[in-house]
Each structure stands twice: as structure tokens, then as C-alpha cells.
């Protein structure tokens, strides 16, 4: 799988191209550029070297042909080498640098300024269902999730376990982004709970025993390592009292189910729902990074608990969809689109759930969700669905 065409298109420009590790940054770049200057700084011989000498940089350009790429991936392990970047962008403007790495966020946070704006933003989500085809699986991508270097394994769950620990100990220990990692794997594990939910951080943070301003921080990196997002309330034109509080996911249903702890209490359904939810919120994050019409996520809930699970706004997108993981359509399943439609009539409705048949009721649209995925591409501009 780790061959197959990705959504993805490289600009023109210099470019950051930021992701998750495993979601196929280095193998996509390889294989687009395949002439391109390549410094690798997960090398520890590489690493050492530009982490003493960032500056080695301008010989190896001055090498280089004039119109040529210059990969450097894994950025954020030498910061210092992006002021050397900076130089030559100016001095070698027809030299297209690609710089990757686990956050942008991660970067600004150590102070280093992203090349006043000279290289634009891009990532890389886990793969879709579009461009995987017809081998793609919904029960496999709801068990194990879509992250190539999983997806490509011939253990998948046995190298889900490894993700997670190669997290934890090159990305969180090594780095020194917590004190205690016995209390951040115990909140890994607590925050999987709020999985498609608005979080109760006081709640998160008595089960993993920290306090509140901790599990604060503990999001904050799962953020920066692009490991996890949060989608926030629909508030615009508000005509209802809503809930403050962003939902949480993490990026990949796989990590999700891999972290989730199931025991004889834990309802299957419950937890299938809530990958279910996960998988649909990340192939909406791709659609949206990858077709780069401008529009944003959020989900809407009322205090009365009225809730659409997602809203895709922009300038030219409006959608309200909710995910149910059921084989049958219910009325009382569109009680919250139909709520959402009376306050913004502008919106197109969608349930997606887990039957076979396209369904027309009424104003809403309700269809498979693997079909529905299937039909995410980028061949429709603003149009979600075709």
C-alpha cells in the first residue's frame, strides 16, 4: 500500500510538508523527487553532523544543480538549520526546498520562525479510502486503522503497539516533553474515553491521578505532535445556547482502538461507534488539507444536548453530517440535522451509517459510510459529495 498514489500535490514553492510519522511523507517525497538532495535527520550520523554545523547546508546547495530539490526531513530535530534555509531562499531562488516534520506548532513553540511565510504549509493524513480503492476495508480500517506504515505491515496490530512506543520513547522522552512517562502513558490511555466527545479535562485528570493544568499540557502535545485534534463548536449566527467545549479525537481510528482499553464491561458498539466517528473525522481532515478549498471542521452541540456530530464551513461548503453505527435508518436519528437545518436552512444534510441503501427522507441525504468514503476525491472542488 505504501506505493499507491496519494491525494497529496506538491506546490510549486518551497513547502513544509507536516504529519504524523508513518503517514507516508518520506516515501511519497522519495518517489516524487527522486533526483531531489536528501538529508535524512533521523540518521544519527546526519543528525550529529547538521546538529553541529547546520550552516554544511549552503556547501551542499552550492553542489548542487541550480534548479535542483533539497529534502531535509525531519526539521524540527535541528530548528537551527531553518535560519540556513532562510539565507539560501533568498540567494537561490530557483532552489525548491521541502521540509518535513511531526508539527509546525513544535517548531513556533521552541521560538524558530517558519521562513516568514516564504514556504507554505501541507500535510500528510493517513491514507484515504479513495486512493487505497477496492482493496480498502471498513472493518479493517475501523480495527487497525489507515496509517501506511501500519497498513503495510504484515502485523498490524503488533506494529500499532510499536507506534505508540516509538512515541513515547523517541518523540516524548527523548525530547523531554513530560516528566513523568508513566503518568502520560496512563493519560494516553484515560483521554481514549474522550474519543468523539467534548473532554472533561477535571475528569481526564482523575483518572490518570495529575492535576487539571497537567492534562492541559498533556493535550497540548498530543496536539503538537499532530497525534491528536480538536474540533470546535459551530457558533456562527448562533440562535440556540451552545456547549463550549471542543471535541476530541485522535488522528487515526487504528491509534484510537489500539489505546481504547476493552474489557468485559466495555460495550463493543460504544467503542465501534466512536472509531467509527474518528475514521470519518480524519478522511474529512484530508479532504479539506488536500483539496484546499478553505473550509474548516467543527461539530454543534446545544446545551439541551442536541448535537450534528460534523460541520463543514467555507465559502462555498456547507455540510451538517451525522455518523450513526447502525444497519437501519431511525427518525429519531435525524432529530439533530433537522434541528441544525431549522436554524441554517443554507446547509446540506448527510447521515451516514452502516447499511447498503442510498435513502432519500426528506431533506436528508443518507447514505453508506463506505460508500460515502469511497466518494471523498478531489475531483468535486467544494463539493463533498458528488
Given amino acids: ?23 507516508g511523507k518520506s516515501t511519497w517525497l522519495k518517489k516524487k523527487f527522486p533526483a531531489a538532495v536528501y538529508i535524512d ?6 543528525f550529529r553532523s547538521y546538529l553541529a554545523h547546520p550552516e554544511k547546508l549552503k556547501d551542499v546547495v552550492a553542489a548542487a544543480d541550480r534548479r535542483s530539490v533539497v529534502i531535509v526531513d525531519e526539521i524540527q530535530k535541528t530548528p537551527d538549520i531553518l535560519d540556513v534555509v532562510h539565507m539560501l531562499m533568498m540567494t537561490h531562488p530557483d532552489v525548491q526546498f521541502v521540509l518535513t516534520g511531526s508539527s509546525a506548532r513544535k517548531l513556533r513553540r521552541s521560538g524558530v520562525d517558519l521562513l516568514a511565510g516564504r514556504a507554505i504549509e501541507k500535510t500528510m493524513h493517513p ?40 512515541y513515547l520513547r523517541e518523540e516524548v522522552q527523548m525530547e523531554g516533553l513530560v516528566r513523568n512517562i508513566g503518568a502520560f502513558s496512563r493519560f494516553l490511555e484515560a ?10 479535562v477535571t475528569e481526564v485528570g482523575r483518572e490518570c491521578q495529575v492535576k487539571r493544568k497537567t492534562v492541559e499540557s498533556y493535550i497540548s502535545i498530543l496536539e503538537d505532535l499532530l497525534l491528536a485534534f480538536m474540533i470546535p463548536v459551530f457558533s456562527r449566527r448562533a440562535k440556540r445556547h451552545l456547549t463550549s467545549h471542543p471535541k476530541f479525537y485522535y488522528f487515526d481510528a487504528g491509534v484510537f482502538r489500539s489505546l481504547r482499553p476493552a474489557g468485559p464491561i466495555d460495550s463493543p458498539q460504544e467503542i465501534d461507534g466512536a472509531a467509527l466517528e474518528g475514521l470519518i473525522a480524519q478522511h ?11 473550509c474548516s471542521i467543527y461539530f454543534w452541540r ?9 460541520i463543514l464551513y467555507g465559502k462555498n461548503t456547507f455540510y451538517a453530517i451525522e455518523v450513526k453505527n447502525s444497519n437501519r435508518v431511525h427518525k ?34 443518507c447514505l453508506p459510510c463506505e460508500d460515502f468514503l469511497h466518494e471523498i476525491t478531489l475531483t468535486s472542488g467544494a463539493h463533498l459529495y458528488p
Fill in 1 to 23: 500500500m505504501a506505493t499507491i498514489p496519494r491525494f497529496f500535490q506538491a506546490p510549486k514553492q518551497s513547502f513544509f510538508l507536516f504529519g504524523p510519522r508513518g503517514t
Fill in 41 to 46: 535527520l533521523l540518521d544519527p550520523e546526519t
Fill in 127 to 166: 491514507f484515504m479510502a479513495a486512493e487505497i480503492g477496492s482493496s480498502f476495508s471498513l472493518a479493517t480500517a475501523l480495527d487497525t486503522g489507515l496509517v501506511p506504515l501500519v497498513a503495510d505491515s504484515r502485523n498490524p496490530q503488533a506494529t500499532l503497539k510499536s507506534y505508540i512506543s516509538l
Fill in 191 to 200: 483521554i481514549s474515553f474522550s474519543h468523539g466527545a467534548s473532554i472533561n
Fill in 284 to 294: 474529512l481532515r484530508a479532504w479539506i488539507a488536500y483539496s484546499d478549498n478553505g
Fill in 302 to 310: 446545544t446545551k439541551s444536548g442536541v448535537e450534528v456530530d460534523f
Fill in 332 to 365: 429519531k436519528m435525524l432529530k439533530g440535522l433537522r434541528s441544525f437545518k431549522e436554524d441554517y436552512p443554507e446547509a446540506q444534510l448527510l447521515l451516514l451509517y452502516r447499511g447498503k441503501e442510498k435513502l432519500q427522507i426528506n431533506d436528508v441525504l
